[in-house]
């Protein structure tokens, strides 16, 4: 068995939000080839969406592993030392605890993780995105696995034909629910159709429960306490044989939908596609971004990346994604371009309320 463990952080950004400095990469590369080099880790590939770190790893410590949280934590915290030497925007941003305790799991840094035996042919896509949240992996998820318009494997393909189960979490309740699809894709719509409340944690193949795909859900306002900045979620999908090929896989990002998180985690964009070096949302800190990192798994070895999106049959999703920022960003401080009122409640939105309590009078 071999788990790929994809942790991130945003640690500090270059210049403002907006991209990483070099630096922080090459640091991070030298703490995971020492991790490689005492045979912790199987292979690793450090990159970067946007302002935030991604250490992709693969090792043989399953799941959830104290020694690999660590790593990551440790290597993090090395990364904050460098960002704070050269004064780099929010330098340790994403840090919220003192302390490590045995798993980055609520201590800021997301994480996306999953165990499995590697196939004859293993292809895998990690997604990662900046300015977002959690919740937007939800309608790629849902077209990938459940929507013959996207994914035709549903239909033609005997090992995919008898569907998908959905693990969805209630970020608020913390608590989850499973959907077998496509039976239960209507009430699973109604949830997952609101992404700032639920997310989806992880797919599996019917009825062999083998994984497919796994995000992270980490919600760092519900850390916090407070906006400390945008999840920016990641994302592994397993492509090819009882999975969606890999351009079923990739075909939902050709629309860019809606999402929140542009702009102090504030408004309402459009999730653009883009190769990693164009990876440097600036306009108004955006729009949304999101980029993939393609692998083939040889024996755990990390074969790649290819740069997914690096592609001009996405040209057209990211014009459509410029038009549709130019025609959200004309609304400036109005919804649906910011965020619904009971999403501002960590910003200065109770503070301001708090304030006019008094001045409210009843209407007649
Ligand atoms: P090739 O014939 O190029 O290998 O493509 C196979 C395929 O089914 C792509 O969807
Ligand atoms: P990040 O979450 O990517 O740091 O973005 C924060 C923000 O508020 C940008 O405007
Ligand atoms: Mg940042
Ligand atoms: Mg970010």
Known sequence: MITLSVIKADIGGYVGHSSMHPDLIAEAEAHMEKARKEGLLVDSHVTRCGDDLQLIMTHEQGEGNEKIHKLAWDTFLACTDIAKKLKLHGAGQDLLSDAFSGNVKGMGPGSAEMEFEERGSEPVLVFMAD?????????????????????????????????????????????????????????????????????????????????????????????????????????????????????????????????????????????????????????????????????????GKLVGPRDMFDDPSFDEARRLANLAAEYLRRHGPFEPHRLPLDEMEYTTMPKVMKKLEGRFTALD
């Open 131 to 299: 300015k977002t949240s959690s919740g937007a992996w939800n309608m790629p998820l849902y077209k990938m696995f459940a929507d013959p318009f996207n994914t035709i494997g549903l239909v033609i393909a005997e090992n995919m034909h008898s569907g998908f189960s959905y693990e969805v979490h209630d970020i608020k309740e913390h608590r989850k629910v499973v959907f077998n699809c496509p039976e239960e894709i209507y009430d699973m719509l109604v949830l997952i159709g609101a992404p700032a409340r639920y997310a989806v944690k992880a797919v599996r193949h019917r009825p062999s429960g083998v994984i497919a795909a796994v995000s992270s859900t980490d919600k760092l306002y519900a850390i916090a306490g407070k906006y400390v900045g945008k999840d920016d979620p990641v994302l592994i999908v397993r492509s090819q044989g009882e999975f969606p090929a890999v351009g079923e896989v990739l075909e939902p990002f050709a629309f860019p939908e809606a999402v929140e998180g542009w702009m102090r985690g504030s408004h309402h964009g459009p999730l653009m596609p883009c190769s990693i070096p164009q990876s440097n949302p600036s306009r108004f800190d955006g729009p949304p971004r999101v980029v993939c990192a393609g692998f083939q798994l040889s024996g």
